[in-house]
């Protein structure tokens, strides 16, 4: 086993593991692969598992990995997005199971160069794969209309456009392209708030993360995905990290299970509404515990949804569930 692993500690993996309920045999899709801790989990319990990760610097670092398994691991380099996509071109029959972890793994915060963190000087990529535009180009090619909602929606930033209008000035001499330059900017237009913690620069970061990558879009597409592709008594579990994917995936499981419908007398030839197609168990989401938390803190905003799914035929996307992915339509956006 790699140092990369033996290091990684994966969130909430025992509560994963019980959402799961993994057999001997069965087969899996680890869509958010990453340092491979709820996959060699899955392995160690007998499951047959297909990991995804974007990324081809994890995929390269699970070699030892893939040969321990004795066939039992396929690792493919693709967005869990491309679920689908993947299943067929490796002919995978209906899943016993998906989980999925959303966010930037351990490995790519640890890893200076990728320009996630704010702890290291870096260039502003942000890209967990190794094409598309980078948080750089957004920042240099963008109005300012666009980055301050990028911002406020995807980062939940409360000085969005005070941020964003220092980005377009200050840029008309110096371009943004390494980590610290941002972050210093941000410390100096929109300093912490007493008591703060956390560094001003944090949502800016986050939001910038999630717009480079469309993690939100990936998030459910991913889920629909699942959705499509689960047996009946196949279980879907979502770790995410805050609260825009939480809201995804408490909305989409919400619809999905039929919560909230009113029952409703039908017009004659009127089509009966789609049946649901996951329950979800009561008690969600389910949190790291104090003693998680102390051992690992990247586990404290952790949220873990899992449901079951049922012989109902999938449903197509709603408009309002696609809406949380997106910023608002706004005109004249440059793209």
């Given at each position: ?81 491309d679920l689908e996509a993947v299943a067929k071109d490796l002919g995978l029959g209906a899943l016993d199971g998906v989980v ?236």
């Open positions: 086993m790699s140092k990369a692993r033996r290091r990684h500690i994966p969130v909430l993996l025992a509560e994963v593991l019980d959402a799961l309920q993994p057999r001997e045999g069965g087969l899996i899709v680890d869509g958010t692969f990453g340092a491979g801790g709820y996959t060699q989990a899955l392995l160690d319990r007998g499951a047959q598992v297909v990991a995804l990760d974007r990324d081809p610097a994890a995929v390269r670092a699970a070699g030892s990995l893939v040969a321990e398994s004795h066939g039992r691991l396929r690792l493919v380099e693709a967005r869990f997005g999925l972890d959303i966010g930037v793994s351990s490995m790519q915060l640890d890893e200076a160069a990728r320009g996630f963190s704010l702890r290291f000087d870096a260039p502003l990529d942000m890209r967990m794969g190794d094409t598309g535009r980078t948080a750089a180009d957004i920042l240099r090619d963008e109005n300012e209309e666009t980055i301050a909602d990028i911002l406020f929606h995807f980062g939940e930033e409360r000085a969005a456009r005070r941020i964003a209008r220092a980005i377009v000035a200050d840029r008309e001499t110096t371009p943004f392209v390494s980590t610290l330059e941002l972050a210093r900017m941000i410390s100096r237009v929109a300093p912490a708030r007493r008591g703060e913690l956390t560094h001003p620069g944090t949502r800016t970061f986050q939001a910038l993360r999630i717009a480079v990558n469309d993690e939100l879009g990936e998030l459910l597409r991913g889920l629909a995905a699942a959705e499509r592709l689960l047996a009946p008594a196949g279980r879907l579990a979502v770790v995410t990290f805050h609260s825009l994917e939480d809201r995804i995936v408490k909305q989409f499981l919400a619809s999905r299970s039929g919560r909230g419908r009113a029952p409703s007398r039908l017009l004659p030839g009127e089509p009966a509404e789609a049946g649901p197609t996951f329950e979800v168990p009561r008690g969600q989401p389910i949190e790291p515990s104090e003693a998680e938390v102390a051992a690992n803190p990247r586990a404290r905003s952790a949220k873990l949804r899992f449901a079951i799914r049922l012989d109902a035929s999938p449903q197509a996307l709603d408009s309002a569930l696609e809406a949380l992915t997106r910023l608002p339509a706004r005109r004249g956006r440059q793209r």
